[in-house]
T-cell receptor
Framework: QKEVEQDPGPLSVPEGAIVSLNCTYS??????FMWYRQYSRKGPELLMY????GNKEDGRFTAQVDKSSKYISLFIRDSQPSDSATYLC????????????FGTGTLLAVQP | DARVTQTPRHKVTEMGQEVTMRCQPI?????VFWYRQTMMQGLELLAY????????DSGMPKDRFSAEMPDATLATLKIQPSEPRDSAVYFC????????????FGPGTRLTVL
């Protein structure tokens, strides 16, 4: 079993819909949680970062972390065709290591 | 607009050939990562360096892969000999030690080994 599980999709939604993307994990030592967005044939770029449990909002994006359930989510409100990309969750422990563990990514298509 | 650069962007080679991929991290960043991305495995960390010293290369097949940082502006990943199962996109990322440990990814090298 992988440390981080993520549904690969694809997920297709109409423009304006609310999108929910999720990851589950098994390592209770993870403390830093991130979402990366990766457009086709590009490198991933950091979208959201959250430390420990709770919510974080940035414009149309909201990241949620539930450490008790080992479950993280990314919500996209008023989704746009430009949001079409692969979304990767990533997480790491609180130690000195910089090693991020990534999910395999969810492919999202927002239809105009 | 500072960004990580990688060369070549695409590489097609035959099994058994040596492949060298290069990365120029963002100026001032002291941590460099090499990742491999495939559909089946997603993003896998191969190796990473801090201040040019290798900290972890446990994700790398030691018999054929090697990673180096000859200077602060250049990181290399070499495969010798290459095999068809090495076909993937190889990403370099750089960052600097801070709480968020943000990693900035390059555009990747798409490697096909025939």
């Amino acid at each position: 079993q992988k440390e981080v599980e993520q549904d690969p999709g694809p997920l297709s939604v109409p423009e304006g819909a609310i999108v929910s993307l999720n990851c589950t994990y098994s390592n209770s030592a993870f403390q830093y949680f991130m979402w990366y967005r990766q457009y086709s044939r590009k490198g991933p770029e950091l979208l959201m970062y959250t430390y420990s449990s709770g919510n974080k909002e940035d414009g149309r994006f909201t990241a949620q972390v539930d450490k008790s359930s080992k479950y993280i989510s990314l919500f996209i409100r008023d989704s746009q065709p430009s949001d079409s990309a692969t979304y990767l969750c990533a997480m790491k422990g609180g130690g000195a290591t910089n090693k991020l563990i990534f999910g395999t990514g969810t492919l999202l298509a927002v239809q105009p | 607009d500072a960004r990580v650069t990688q060369t070549p962007r695409h590489k097609v080679t035959e099994m058994g050939q040596e492949v060298t991929m290069r990365c120029q991290p963002i100026l001032g960043h002291n941590t460099v990562f090499w990742y491999r991305q495939t559909m089946m495995q997603g993003l896998e960390l191969l190796a990473y360096f801090r201040n040019r010293a290798p900290l972890d290369d446990s994700g790398m097949p030691k018999d054929r892969f090697s990673a180096e940082m000859p200077d602060a502006t250049l990181a290399t990943l070499k495969i010798q000999p290459s095999e068809p199962r090495d076909s993937a996109v190889y990403f370099c990322a750089s960052g600097f030690r801070q709480i968020t440990d943000t990693q900035y990814f390059g555009p990747g090298t798409r490697l096909t080994v025939l």
